[in-house]
């Protein structure tokens, strides 16, 4: 079978790689876009669907500042506004010592200019007055939202398809080499790859794939729990998380409460199922902080893949072992809202234009140099 050759091929077809090979065709560079699945089935598809800045590390922000303006931005890019909205994201102390790390945090990020708004007491009540008596305060970042995770990814590797990649869905690499100065993918079907170019864009088997190419990174594999009530009276027109993690939510403009909080186990298959203990974490925590969710009838729930570096940090950087190999995946349960923004960061930097913030927080050698 002879080899489709091309400049960049990506491994993984969720919002990372996605985007990637958009912003590579936009750049005029050839691309195949690859994926053992469908593109955007995976934790692209399936997680909570929250757009938010907030709570997200000083290097980070710079990332989630950039990804901003791409998502104001997706109906011109991608044909779609996959049910953005810049709602706002409610970040709630239950005690003091929780608010006072909330404003800590705004002072910390100032210079981002995110309008972090501290709000508390009588204030709090007046404006969210489905919120539990019991939450002190919060803080609001107006202008962090949420969208339907299920469109965005398969919408950019559509507008990526249109652009002119080539999108190869269902197409799993089985064994990946290096032949006179190219990589050469194989799928288990026989289909074959030549590209100048790899980028290692598949999530929780990211690790995997750069073990191919002797890279031996730290990922953790994890299974989020999320599950979805009836569609009910508006409770709450922000997403909400919880200062400490746990829990969080976010009401759709159908009615429906997504929330989440906890994680599931793993199934043969690379699949996996919701976790009983965080169902059952959900079931206290939910009414907890909006109390009609006491009454509320949960219609689904499900669990995701996901990888996870113990600094909370994706890899995004090239290969200290291999020249023209890329990494960019463990995003650690929060890559949902930065992944455009990485995605056009990893695009440059295969094409030698551009580079990566504080790019020493996600290098793949940052493990050896701390031993």
């Known amino acids: 079978m002879t080899p489709l050759h091309t400049e960049v091929a990506i491994i993984g077809a969720g919002l990372v790689g996605a985007s990637a090979a958009l912003a590579l065709r936009r750049a005029g560079v050839a691309t195949a876009l690859i994926d053992s699945g469908a593109s955007g089935a995976r934790a692209s598809g399936v997680n909570f669907g929250g757009v938010r800045r907030q709570g997200r590390s000083i290097e980070q922000l710079y990332l989630a500042q950039r990804a901003h303006g791409i998502w104001a931005r997706l109906p011109e890019l991608i044909g779609t506004s996959a049910e953005y909205v810049r709602s706002g994201h409610l970040k709630l102390a239950r005690t003091a010592a929780d608010l006072d790390k909330l ?9 981002f200019d995110l309008g972090l708004e501290i709000i ?37 590797a559509l507008a990526a398809a249109r652009a002119g990649a080539s999108v190869l869905e269902h197409c799993a690499i089985a064994h990946a080499d290096t032949q006179g100065g190219d990589f050469l993918l194989t799928a288990a079907d026989g289909r074959r790859i030549r590209a100048a170019t790899v980028i290692n864009a598949a999530g929780a088997w990211g690790a995997a794939v750069a073990g191919w190419f002797g890279d031996h990174l730290p990922l953790q594999v994890k299974y989020p729990t999320m599950l979805v009530t009836e569609p009910l ?88 072992r291999v020249p023209r190999l890329l990494h960019a995946f463990g995003f650690s ?30 290098s793949a050698s940052r493990w050896e140099a701390a031993g």
Do not use: H
């Open 120 to 156: 508390e007491g009588a204030e709090l009540r007046r404006r969210y007055p489905a919120l539990s008596p019991d939450i002190v305060g919060g803080s609001l970042c107006p202008e962090d939202g949420q969208a339907n995770p299920r469109l965005v990814a398969p919408a950019f």
């Open 103 to 111: 404003c800590a945090y705004r002072d910390k990020v100032r210079d």
């Open 333 to 362: 349960g929060g890559g949902f809202q930065i992944a455009p923004a990485v995605g056009e960061v990893i695009a440059e930097m295969a094409t030698g234009r551009g580079g990566l913030m504080m790019a020493e927080r996600y």
């Open 233 to 320: 009276t508006p409770q709450i027109g922000v997403s909400l998380g919880v200062e400490g993690g746990g829990f969080y939510a976010r009401q759709v403009a159908r009615g429906n409460i997504v929330m989440g909080g906890g994680y599931g186990t793993a199934l043969p298959g690379d699949r996996s199922r919701p976790g009983r203990a965080a169902l059952a974490g959900l079931g206290l925590a939910a009414p907890a902080v909006l109390p009609a969710l006491a009454c509320a009838s949960v219609i689904r729930c499900w669990s995701g893949i996901e990888g996870y570096f113990a600094d909370k940090n994706p890899v995004i950087g090239f290969s200290p």
